[in-house]
């Protein structure tokens, strides 16, 4: 398995507007929700100590998390100096209401999201801040506008997991089998190359480029050494080519969400031009 040891996390250019983040970040949500129990926090806040002073500073969260909570450990973890640390992000664009998701993107809602989410995280900027995922309803230049006094802003549709497997397509009876013969040659593939298949996944997206920075997720300190490992895996063309034909979309068995799930492909918004005139 690579190993954390002494590795260096480097630093990368995210997006054009000047933020600089660790190039692997920390994702967040499964300290507070959607993955059993939350977290004890003590724990938790110990974790997110420990990713900082290993060079991952950019802690990704959304205020749907919990929902709210994880925002506010978030907060208790960033006293005392840490803010000052790190870059911080959180999203909006998600509320839950009787176990069911709504989506947002109007002025007045994202305004209220944003100030919510400050108070949340008792900071006085946010240094990315998202929307998870779109409002169809609204053009994005309208659910862009309200942010630039607050933030400095990054438009992108975030693709985090927010499910239970059992309710992926990928995961259904009717497609596990095959995924699973998929797993396991890239299980084969990391044992060659010595290191753990989340690993060479990991290396994966950090070979797509020195603007391309991943969150995985973790609630455990070996899990985030193990992560940080992933950062010394080299792979050469060949193996990158091997990986891609692995877990190529025609590949891999059913879709990553279920219906009713938006993704980029099914997220377009109207024009402005259409929005004024119903102004």
């Given at each position: ?60 969260t959304s205020d749907v998390y ?156 070996e899990n985030l050494n193990q ?53």
């Amino acid at each position: 398995m690579a190993s954390e040891g002494s590795v260096i996390v480097p630093r990368i250019k995210l997006g054009s507007q000047g933020l600089q983040v660790s190039a692997q970040g920390l994702g967040c949500m499964g300290m507070s929700a959607f993955y059993g129990p939350p977290k004890p926090e003590p724990d938790m806040i110990k974790l997110i100590h420990h990713a900082i002073n290993s060079g991952i500073t950019f802690l990704d969260t959304s205020d749907v998390y919990g929902p709210h909570t994880n925002e506010i450990l978030l907060g208790k973890a960033l006293k005392d100096g840490m803010r000052e640390k790190v870059e911080l992000a959180t999203k909006f664009g998600i509320t839950i209401s009787d176990g069911k998701a709504e989506l947002y993107g109007d002025p007045a809602y994202v305004r209220a999201a944003c100030e919510a989410s400050l108070k949340r995280l008792d900071v006085d900027f946010i240094d990315l801040y998202y929307q998870h995922r779109i409002d169809t309803r609204v053009p994005i230049e309208v659910t862009v506008c309200p942010l630039f006094p607050f933030v400095c802003l990054y438009i992108s549709l975030n693709m985090v997991l927010q499910s239970l497997q059992v309710y992926l397509p990928r995961f259904q009876p009717e497609n596990l089998v095959h995924n699973k013969s998929l797993f396991e040659r890239v299980n084969d593939m990391a044992n060659i190359k010595g290191c753990t298949p989340s690993q060479l996944a990991l290396a994966w997206v950090h070979h797509q480029g020195t603007d391309v920075c991943p969150i995985p997720g973790t609630t455990k300190i070996e899990n985030l050494n193990q992560n940080i490992g992933a950062l010394s895996v080299k792979l050469t063309k060949e193996e990158m080519a091997e990986l891609e034909s692995i877990a190529s979309a025609d590949a891999v068995k059913g879709d990553r969400y279920g219906s009713g799930v938006s993704t980029w492909e099914n997220s377009d918004t109207p024009p402005l031009s259409t929005w004024k005139a119903a102004a």
